[in-house]
């Protein structure tokens, strides 16, 4: 979106949040982030810049919110319970600055093919989903397992940009 900004390395501890509702727990997640980012800030000349923060998790079949997979079996598990299935993928994204905050969540339904063993497991050993929420990005080789998405593709991707736009329009930040 042509902005300046820079990163903020917070501190918040996302396995701090065991809310099993995925709207809410990405939310509680987002918001921990800001007011944690917010709170390095306020010390430096950079303490009245708008805060962006954002968090994208998953929430599987077989209703569980996942975030990046733990090791390979983890991803091969995930990528099995995908197979031939839908899930859901929520991102929330929140701006804050020193008088007020706006934050929206995005939802997006994405469904895989029947995948293979073979193509599990020559998915995971790619490490094209180390770091990802859910094993997989769908910018990469995994699209090609993707057969739909109903939703912005942008949040699949880790930020809903359209949803980030109309929270920078609305906080008159553009």
Known sequence: MGINHKVIDQKFDEDSVIETDPVLCSKLIVEGKNKSARALLSTTKDKSYPVLTADTL?????????????????????????????????ST??????????????????????MTKEEIEEYVLSEEGVGKAGAYGIHGPAG??????????????????HETYEILKELNLL
């Open 58 to 90: 998953v929430f599987t079949p077989s209703r569980k919110i996942v975030g990046k997979p733990k090791n390979y079996e983890h991803s091969r598990e995930l990528l099995r319970e995908f197979s031939g299935a839908t899930h859901s993928v929520f």
């Open 93 to 114: 994204v929140m701006i804050s600055t020193t008088e007020q905050s706006l934050l929206k969540t995005c939802e997006t339904k994405v469904s895989f093919k029947n």
């Open 144 to 161: 090609k397992y993707v057969t739909n998405i109903e939703g912005s593709y942008t949040n699949v991707v880790g930020l809903p940009v």
